[in-house]
């Protein structure tokens, strides 16, 4: 079964949307819309679907993704109200109880979406890299078990050609979708779907645009 985006011009190009239950990567440098992208995977699960939603920050406030929502016309404080849909700021000091507290939020909210906002996080206070691949797969496992659809972004680093700071995380999801800049193009910004283990996807590079009303993708 498929979970729609309702991002325009998006779920056509991953034969309808992410498939229920899985975990997808939303990668991309500084800057790239990755953080809107998770407001609008999660506005739109709830205003078209009726899914709730959990955002889960580990680099900015409450109020900074409150705000920047708002820009969008998405009211995540009056959703908050009415129980909808929650976001939470989270230190990621110890992945362990990260979890935790991700399992907790999801059984007290009863979420269907969780958007974690950035997994980079983890990795910068895990020094070794067999620890990162654990860790990351450990809390990957977590969330495969917890009945929900997630998606989880990673930094790319300026100047790096990897998917996400330590080249892990890509490996242990179910789908990457990059974003990225064109500077010398029409259209400032595009996308890529890298990976979707069980569907047919677009492998063409398109271009989307950052309006006043979110992200659309544009045709090819």
């Known amino acids: 079964m498929k979970v729609a985006t309702d991002i325009p011009g998006l779920d056509k190009l991953m034969d309808g949307g992410f498939e229920e239950g899985s975990i997808n990567l939303i990668s991309g440098k500084t800057g790239t819309g990755k953080s809107v992208f998770c407001l609008q995977f999660l506005f739109n699960g709830v205003t078209s679907f009726g899914e709730k939603g959990l955002y889960v920050t580990t680099e900015e406030t409450e109020a900074y993704l409150k705000k920047q ?3 969008f016309g998405w009211d995540f404080s009056e959703l908050e109200k009415k129980g909808l849909v929650k976001i939470v700021a989270f230190e990621p000091f110890d992945i362990d109880t ?15 979406r969780v958007a974690i906002d950035s997994v980079s996080m983890f990795e910068l206070y895990i020094s070794e890299a067999y ?30 050609n990897a998917l996400s700071r330590f080249g892990v ?17 029409k259209y400032k910004r595009s996308l890529m779907i890298r990976k979707m283990r069980t569907s047919k996807h677009s492998m063409n ?11 659309h993708v544009m045709d090819v």
């Not at 990260?98 to 269907?112: D, F, P, R, W, Y």
């Not at 995380?169 to 193009?185: N, P």
């Not at 590079?205 to 992200?215: A, L, N, Q, W």
């Open 98 to 112: 990260l979890t935790t507290k991700i399992t907790e939020q999801v059984n007290l909210t009863g979420a269907k």
């Open 69 to 71: 929502a708002l820009q």
């Open 169 to 185: 995380i890509e490996f242990l999801v179910d789908a990457v979708i990059v974003l990225q800049y064109m500077t010398i193009a």
């Open 131 to 160: 620890r990162i691949r654990k860790s990351i797969f450990k809390f990957l496992q977590k969330l495969k078990e917890m009945d929900i659809t997630s998606i989880v972004t990673a930094e790319i680093p300026e100047d790096s």
């Open 205 to 215: 590079i398109h271009p989307f645009e950052i309006t006043s009303d979110g992200i």
